[in-house]
């Protein structure tokens, strides 16, 4: 797991939209929003009912939202855009093995 995990023992699942987003005290859209979080904002989602999704925060601060927002993160706490890079650099790699060994090409 992450550096955080290992110090904390917090391992947060999903991540807060970029906008930030409403969370209830309840799930219950009736109600109105009871607070606002803030955009890219670590949680646990530690229930679900139908779209909702209970979470909590790092500081133990705990809300409803509305779960289809959430953004799920990588499990194995790595960040998901660096996988991309990696590998387009094994694909790049690889292309340049095929290219040395004469198996790429028109010749």
Not at 31 to 51: F, I, T
Not at 73 to 88: E, H, I, K, M, T
Request: hydrophobic share 45%; aromatic share 8%; charged share 20%.
């Amino acid at each position: 797991m992450t550096d955080t995990f290992a110090a904390t023992g917090w391992a947060p699942t999903h991540r807060a939209p970029p906008e930030g987003m409403d969370a209830w005290q309840a799930p219950d859209p009736a109600s109105g929003p009871s607070d606002d979080l803030a955009g890219k904002v670590e949680l646990v989602v530690v229930e679900e009912s139908g779209a909702w999704a209970k979470v909590r925060g790092e500081n133990g601060w705990e809300g409803w939202v509305d779960g289809r927002l959430l953004e799920q993160l990588d499990p194995s706490g790595r960040n998901p855009d660096l996988r991309a890079y990696v590998l387009f650099g094994v694909a790049v790699a690889v292309l340049v093995v095929l290219a040395v060994l004469g198996l790429v090409g028109g010749s």
